[in-house]
């Protein structure tokens, strides 16, 4: 029965992630012992209710979108699957933002699971981000940006595109942005997700920012469309260690 009931619940967010704007909505729930040693007894009027949208939800989720020649795992200071990931978070921002996006940044914690050579499944894509996270653009000061790597760099790195550094005595040293060395006077547009926004994990540098562009599609289906578009165009899914972040000998 309790197969039953997670597709269904897959299945129910995967209908919502496809219906236009997203709304916030409060859940409460009550915890209820169950002993699993007890046979349980099927409801099959349940079980005959949910089975059709199981049905599309197994369907669903094993769906091939893509492909790659690669494992794409996480690992700091940079990783293969960290680097594909904020790449795509990149491009999104710069493609939809109200004005430039500078750099992406988000936290190998929000990566739960690699994505193995081979078919890429919208399962995968669920495996790897089961969270309801949405983007965020935020306005930072070059000053505030140095201390974000710091806080990275503090870290052992972490995923990141567009903004390069490396790490000294667990500092960000030779922080370049698009190319050219940080401006402390300057303000910068970030896009990260809005978990970290709000200042979770050793993200708290961010909530000093001046101002926020909120995006409503979930960061999920950004990366679910985007491997759609790549495999569409003929391309399997790659990233590559660049060096973004590295630990200066």
């Known amino acids: 029965m309790l197969k039953y009931i997670n597709v269904f619940m897959l ?9 236009g704007q997203l709304k916030h909505a409060e859940i409460k729930g009550t915890l209820i012992p169950v002993d699993q040693n007890a046979d349980a007894i099927q409801d099959q009027g349940m079980v005959s209710a949910v089975k059709p949208y ?14 790659t020649d690669e494992d794409l795992t996480p690992g ?4 293969l699957l960290g680097n594909f990931f904020a790449d795509v978070m990149l491009s999104y ?16 914690g929000g990566l739960r699971k690699p994505i193995h050579k081979g078919n890429i499944k919208v399962a995968h894509i669920y495996e790897l981000m089961p969270f309801e996270n949405a983007l965020v653009v935020l306005d930072l000061k ?3 940006v140095q201390a974000l790597a710091d806080s990275i760099a503090a870290h052992h790195g972490g995923p990141v595109a567009g903004i390069r550094f490396g790490i000294n005595n667990r500092k960000a040293v030779n922080v370049t942005i698009a190319g050219a060395p940080l401006d402390a006077g300057k303000t910068y547009r970030v896009v990260a997700n809005d978990y970290i926004a709000k200042g979770n994990d050793f993200y708290q540098e961010l909530t000093k920012a001046s101002s926020a562009e909120f995006f409503t599609v979930s960061l999920r ?3 679910l469309d985007w491997v759609k578009q790549e495999t569409a165009k003929g391309n399997h899914i790659h990233a590559t260690l660049d060096g973004r972040i590295y630990e200066e000998k």
């Open 11 to 19: 299945t129910c967010t995967l209908l919502l992630a496809g219906c």
């Open 54 to 67: 199981a049905d599309i939800a197994v369907k669903t989720a094993n769906e091939v979108i893509g492909y």
């Open 76 to 79: 700091r200071p940079e990783s």
């Open 93 to 108: 921002a710069q493609k939809h933002s109200t004005g430039r996006v500078d750099f992406a940044v988000t936290n190998p």
């Open 142 to 144: 070059g000053d505030r």
């Open 221 to 223: 289906a950004v990366i």
